[in-house]
């Protein structure tokens, strides 16, 4: 996909839409040594903190993609069109653990061009990310205890704040000036 550097300002999306409703995956690792794995994810957070662009994933311990997380210094998040929803979907119901689950899929995993993870080839939006920040979810603090029903397993989301070093995106995500 042909795919244009932007700075975070040009970036024009619906976050509802992008986070709930458009196909993303999370890589962590290392592209040079192939030592990566992707997750798709449907939780996340985009918008300025410390006066940095950041976007916020959530990862549970029990996810293979926590191991890379916890070990790298960076990571993706890669939107793609509608035609690869059958991808994402596989390398959120496979484990990495289990399977090179990326070659099953359609996808292409490429260099980045700021951080050790890789990007994809067919996203239509790239954030490389660096970490700059953690936290552990901690239940004593829920406001609201339905919140809990999303751990029936107690397997609390390790949060990952990351700020955007490199964005490159689809005409569709870049505002017209």
Known sequence: MNLK?????ELVINPQDLIDRQALVLTS???ATHAFNAMTISWGLIGVLWNRPCFMV???????????MESSP????CAFPSAYARDVAYLGSHSGRD????AKTHLTPIASTQVHAPCYAEAELVLECCKIYWSDLDPKHFLDASIENNYPRKDYHRLYLGEIVALRAAE?????K
């Open 29 to 31: 690792g290392d592209f």
């Open 172 to 176: 569709r995500f870049i505002q017209n």
């Open 99 to 102: 399977e090179d689950k990326i």
């Open 58 to 68: 959530a990862v549970r311990p029990t996810r293979y993609t926590y191991t890379f």
């Open 74 to 77: 960076d990571f993706t998040v």
């Open 5 to 9: 550097p932007i700075d975070f300002s």
